[in-house]
C-alpha cells in the first residue's frame, strides 16, 4: 500500500515511487467523476464519442490486461469485447456503478500483482510475442493513465469548468 505522506515517498525506493505515481493518476481519473450526473458522465465530447465513464472502463480492462493477465493471473470474465472500441464506451445497458466498480476491482487485481512480483519478473500478454517486466507495465501504465486523466481533464472542463487533478481546497 502506498503512503500519502509525501515526505517518504521522495525517498521511497523505485517499485514504491513507481505505485505511488500510478496511484496519483488513478486517483485523478475517480475525482474526474465526482459530483456529476450520469448523463454528464456518458455524455460524448468528441466526435469519437469519447466519454468520462467510457475512459474508465477502458482503464479497468488494461488494468487486467496488463497487469493480470500479462502474469499468469485471471481476469474477471469481460461483458464486453476489449480490443474494439466496446471498451471505450459505457452503452446504455451499463450502469455508471459497474463500471466505477470495475475499475476498482482491476486497481486491487492489478495492485496485488504488484505486491506480489519484483519489478525484474516477467509476463507475456497474449496479444504480444515478446516479454514484458513489471518495471516496464508499471511504467506504460502511469503513462496511459495519465494520458486519459489528460483527456479527462479536458472533458470535465468542458461539463463544468472543473480542471486539474485533485480538488482544490
Given at each position: 500500500?502506498?503512503?500519502?505522506?509525501?515526505?517518504?515517498?521522495?525517498?521511497?525506493?523505485?517499485?514504491?515511487?513507481?505505485?505511488a505515481?500510478?496511484?496519483?493518476?488513478?486517483d485523478?481519473?475517480l475525482?474526474?467523476?465526482?459530483?456529476?450526473?450520469?448523463?454528464?458522465?456518458?455524455?460524448?465530447?468528441?466526435?469519437?464519442?469519447?466519454?468520462?465513464?467510457g475512459?474508465?472502463?477502458h482503464?479497468?480492462?488494461?488494468?487486467?490486461?496488463?497487469?493480470?493477465?500479462?502474469?499468469?493471473?485471471?481476469?474477471?470474465?469481460?461483458?464486453?469485447?476489449?480490443?474494439?472500441d466496446q471498451?471505450?464506451?459505457?452503452?446504455?445497458?451499463?450502469?455508471?456503478?459497474?463500471?466505477?466498480?470495475f475499475y476498482?476491482?482491476a486497481?486491487a487485481a492489478?495492485?496485488?500483482?504488484?505486491?506480489?512480483?519484483?519489478?525484474?519478473?516477467?509476463?507475456?500478454p497474449?496479444?504480444?510475442?515478446?516479454?514484458?517486466?513489471?518495471?516496464w507495465?508499471?511504467?506504460?501504465?502511469?503513462?496511459?493513465?495519465?494520458?486519459h486523466?489528460?483527456?479527462m481533464?479536458?472533458?470535465?472542463?468542458?461539463?463544468?469548468?472543473?480542471?486539474?487533478?485533485?480538488?482544490r481546497?
Open positions: 500500500m502506498t503512503t500519502s505522506d509525501p515526505k517518504t515517498l521522495y525517498t521511497a525506493d523505485e517499485k514504491e515511487t513507481l505505485r505515481g500510478l496511484d496519483r493518476h488513478r485523478a481519473v475525482w474526474k467523476l465526482e459530483g456529476l450526473d450520469d448523463e454528464q458522465l456518458r455524455r460524448p465530447m468528441t466526435p469519437s464519442g469519447t466519454n468520462l465513464l475512459l474508465v472502463k482503464l479497468a480492462s488494461v488494468e487486467y490486461g496488463w497487469f493480470v493477465e500479462s502474469f499468469g493471473g485471471k481476469a474477471e470474465p469481460l461483458w464486453f469485447d476489449p480490443y474494439t471498451d471505450m464506451r459505457a452503452d446504455q445497458g451499463e450502469t455508471t456503478d459497474q463500471i466505477i466498480a476498482g476491482r486497481r492489478a495492485d496485488r500483482t504488484i505486491a506480489d512480483l519484483s519489478l525484474d519478473d516477467l509476463g507475456r497474449d496479444w504480444r510475442d515478446e516479454d514484458v517486466s513489471l518495471r507495465v508499471l511504467v506504460h501504465m502511469i503513462e496511459e493513465t495519465a494520458r486523466a489528460g483527456h481533464d479536458i472533458l470535465r472542463e468542458l461539463i463544468d469548468g472543473a480542471t486539474g487533478d485533485r480538488p481546497t
